[in-house]
C-alpha cells in the first residue's frame, strides 16, 4: 500500500465548532498514521491554536500547514519546542486595509506578523489567532508585515461581504469569506494547497496519493489540489460542488467515514 498524504482541517472536519474532538475521529486518526500514512494538520488557524490539535493527537513528527497556507511548521520531538516554522508567506497589507476600511467602515482587523504575533484593532480577539492579540492603531497595522489578515463585520451579512470584497477588485492577495462576514485574506497564491504542494515535495508523495478533507470555503484550493478531495457533508454547496466525494457531517464523524477506507 502507497503512502498517503492525508490532509485535515481542523474546525468542522476534526473538531465540531465548540471545539469537540469526537473519540472516534482521534481514534481513526491515530490508526491512519500507524498505519503508515502521513497526516498533515491543514488550518486557518495560526499555529499557536493549531498546536493544542497537534498535541491532542499525538503528532510527534511531521508537518502542518497554518495560516491558510501562510505558515508550515516540521514537527520533531528533539527540537526544544517539539516544532520549527520552517516557512512563512507574506504580504503588505496596506493597500487592502485601506481599500476595506473605505468600503466597511466598521469593520475590524486582525494581523497575524512576520513573528507569529498578532496586531488588532478594537480589542479584536479569535480563538483561532492562539495568542492574545495587541490592540494597535490602525495606522500600526498598516505599516505591519502580515502572514494573515483577518477582517471580521458585525454589521454585515456574508453575501453582503462577499459583494464588498468583489466589488473592491484587490490585488496581490488571496482570500476567502468565511461562514459569517468573516474575511481571511493572504498573499497572493498563497493557500492550504499551496502550502501543502510544498510539503508534498518534500514527503516525495506521488500526487495520486494526495487526500484532503474540510469543509470550508478556504479549503477549496486544498480539495481541488488533492487527487482525493473529500467535502463534510455541513460544507457550503459551493465547497462540495469541488469535491471528489462527500461523506458525513461532522457531527455524524464524516472525517472517521473517510479514514476508515484508508485502512
Known sequence: ??????????????????????????????????????????????FHATLP??????????????SNGGVSLRLDPELDEGFEVI?????????????LSERIPMAKFAIEDDTGQYLSTERF???????????VAFEELQETTAVRLVVFSQDSSTQEFASAIETLGLQGITYSVGYNAWLDVAGAGV?????????????????QDTVAIGDGFNDVEMLEWASRGVAMGQAPQEV???????TGTVHDGGLATVLRTLL
Open 125 to 135: 480577539q479569535d480563538f483561532s489567532f492562539g495568542v492574545q492579540a495587541a490592540g
Open 1 to 46: 500500500m502507497n503512502k498517503k498524504m492525508v490532509c485535515l482541517d481542523v474546525d468542522g472536519t476534526i473538531v465540531d465548532f465548540d471545539g469537540h474532538m469526537y473519540p472516534e475521529v482521534r481514534a481513526e486518526i491515530i490508526n491512519v498514521m500507524e498505519a503508515g500514512h502521513h497526516v498533515l494538520i491543514a488550518t486557518g488557524r495560526a
Open 191 to 207: 493557500s492550504k494547497a499551496s502550502g501543502l504542494e510544498a510539503l508534498r515535495q518534500i514527503l516525495h508523495v506521488d500526487p
Open 240 to 246: 462540495k460542488q469541488v469535491a471528489d466525494e462527500i
Open 87 to 99: 516557512a512563512r508567506s507574506t504580504f503588505d497589507p496596506s493597500s487592502v486595509l485601506d481599500s
Open 53 to 66: 490539535i497537534i498535541r491532542d493527537l499525538g503528532l510527534h513528527s511531521g508537518y502542518s500547514v497554518c
